[in-house]
């Protein structure tokens, strides 16, 4: 059974940073590419980064680029969201997510729980 | 980007009723491959999302027989055949066709 644990989650000031975590099991973690996707309170679904299999692709929404850093650690079979620079609008839940393969993307297979990151003074 | 329509954005729904959702692109999703990126997914309240149909109508392993997905192009549509008070949630589409990935507002469905 696949399963996602995100973890770093926290209340952190306007300007800091944050790290994520997200631990996955029950797949072989380096065929898969893995995403990040947040969700506002309240609001609807947005996607944030994604990485391939080996690490070495990755993809950003426009209101994170510069700021965020997705990667990944195979070895352990932990993808990481490194955050910083945070706003306001970076108030969400983050689910980590597992696409359709390697360098399948967009897909969304399976969820963790989520997060959650709150941004305020 | 890729913006995502979604209608109506809120659906009442009598149980034992049809259901149908509507998603628009703003481009075709049809990819260099032939294939077109567009999926479904369900939100139930207090849980993470779960993926519903891929590929315009190709069901998830688990997901009834009761949802399906139509369309082409740019315009898609959800279908559930008999709603349930399992049902309740919102469904969101999005496209993995192009970068960024985008997804629809949600339609929030509950039971009157």
Not at chain 1, 70 to 84: E, G, H, P
Not at chain 1, 109 to 117: E, I, N, P, Y
Not at chain 2, 93 to 106: A, D, N, R, S
Request: net charge neutral.
């Amino acid at each position: 059974e696949v399963q996602l644990l995100e973890s770093g989650g926290g209340l952190v000031q306007p300007g800091g940073s944050l790290r994520l975590s997200c631990a996955a099991s029950g797949f072989t973690f380096n065929t898969y590419a893995m995403g990040w996707v947040r969700q506002a309170p309240g609001k609807g679904l947005q996607w944030v980064a994604d990485i391939s299999g080996t690490g070495y692709n990755t993809y950003y929404a426009n209101s994170v680029k510069g700021r965020f850093t997705i990667s990944r650690d195979n070895s352990k079979n932990t993808l990481f969201l490194q955050m910083n620079s945070l706003r306001a609008e970076d108030t969400a839940v983050y689910y980590c997510a597992r696409e359709g393969g390697s360098t399948a993307y967009g897909h969304f297979t399976s969820w963790g729980q989520g997060t959650l990151v709150t941004v305020s003074s | 980007d890729v913006v995502m329509t979604q209608s109506p954005l809120s659906l009442p729904v009598t149980l034992g009723q049809p259901a149908s959702i509507s998603c628009r692109s703003s481009q075709s999703l049809v990819f260099s491959d032939g294939n077109t990126y567009l999926n479904w997914f369900q939100q139930r309240p207090g849980q993470s999302p779960r993926r519903l149909i891929y590929k315009i109508s190709n069901r998830d392993s688990g997901v009834p027989d009761r949802f399906s997905g139509s369309g082409s192009g740019t315009d898609f549509t959800l279908k559930i055949s008999r709603v349930e008070a399992e049902d309740v949630g919102v469904y969101y589409c999005m496209q993995g066709t192009h970068w960024p990935l985008t997804f629809g507002q949600g339609t929030r469905l509950e039971i009157e």
